[in-house]
């Protein structure tokens, strides 16, 4: 399974972005899918996961009603909608899809065993 992320860039505080990642390799539709970021100097941290389902968790105060991830299995493809984009965000984001992971298990980035190469996304004040 390979994972392409893209869609990062430079825009500023209070614009919008919608980062993709698309699958191959495998029907990602089997697959549970997330997203998470890393800032300079921090760690990975998790965004949003989406289940097989098509429901959806976060647990990142500060993204919940901005960040809407979603996915199209006909497109094999993963989306994350950024909305409301703060300095804060500023990160590396990368996308990942483990085959199966529950609650919160799907936070932890070690769960995950497929990985996009990451994308940039910078937001200016």
């Known amino acids: 399974v390979q994972l392409q992320a893209s869609g990062g860039g430079l825009v500023q505080a209070g614009g919008s972005l919608r980062l993709s990642c698309e699958v191959s390799g495998r029907p990602f539709g089997g697959y549970v899918g997330g997203w998470f970021r890393q800032a300079p100097g921090k760690e990975r941290e998790f965004v949003a996961a989406?289940?097989?389902?098509?429901?959806?968790?976060t647990n990142v105060d500060s993204v919940k009603g901005r960040f809407t991830i979603s996915r199209d299995n006909a497109k094999n493809t993963m989306y994350l909608q950024m909305t409301s984009l703060k300095p804060e965000d500023t990160a590396v984001y990368y996308c990942a899809a483990v085959s199966y992971c529950s609650g919160y298990n799907c936070y932890d980035s070690g769960r995950y065993d497929y990985w996009g190469q990451g994308t940039q996304v910078t937001v200016s004040s």
């Open positions: 989406i289940f097989i389902s098509g429901s959806t968790r």
